[in-house]
Nanobody, 117 residues
Framework: QVQLVESGGGLVQPGGSLRLSCAAS????????MGWYRQAPGKERVSVAR???????NYADSVKGRFTISRDNAKNTVYLQMNSLKPEDTAVYYC???????????WGQGTLVTVSS
């Protein structure tokens, strides 16, 4: 069974940076796509960034130019580099993988990012 473990969240001041990591128990090359989502208090979970098996990348408009998704197949890890952080980026960030073939969605447990002075 595939498992995802996020790390790298924490408290950062506005304008600061954080890098989130999502380590998979299986080969990430076997996933159709992987992505980062976030859920702010009282709001729905929304997509932040996504990378497909073929390397196509999409970002939410709210993070374009500030966030970068990348992957390291050798480490079975996907990253989210977050720069120029704003208070409105405060949320629990989740990693999701879609298994190639079955379409099964696997979620990590989430990591909290708080942007505050």
């Amino acid at each position: 069974q595939v498992q995802l473990v996020e790390s790298g969240g924490g408290l950062v001041q506005p304008g600061g940076s954080l890098r989130l990591s999502c380590a998979a128990s299986g080969r990430i090359s076997s996933f159709n796509a992987m992505g980062w989502y976030r859920q702010a208090p009282g709001k729905e979970r929304v997509s932040v960034a996504r990378i497909t098996r073929g390397g196509v990348i999409n970002y939410a408009d709210s993070v374009k130019g500030r966030f970068t998704i990348s992957r390291d197949n050798a480490k079975n890890t996907v990253y989210l580099q977050m720069n120029s952080l704003k208070p409105e980026d405060t949320a629990v960030y989740y990693c999701k993988a879609v298994v190639y073939g079955s379409g099964l969605e696997v979620w990590g447990q989430g990591t909290l990012v708080t942007v505050s002075s």
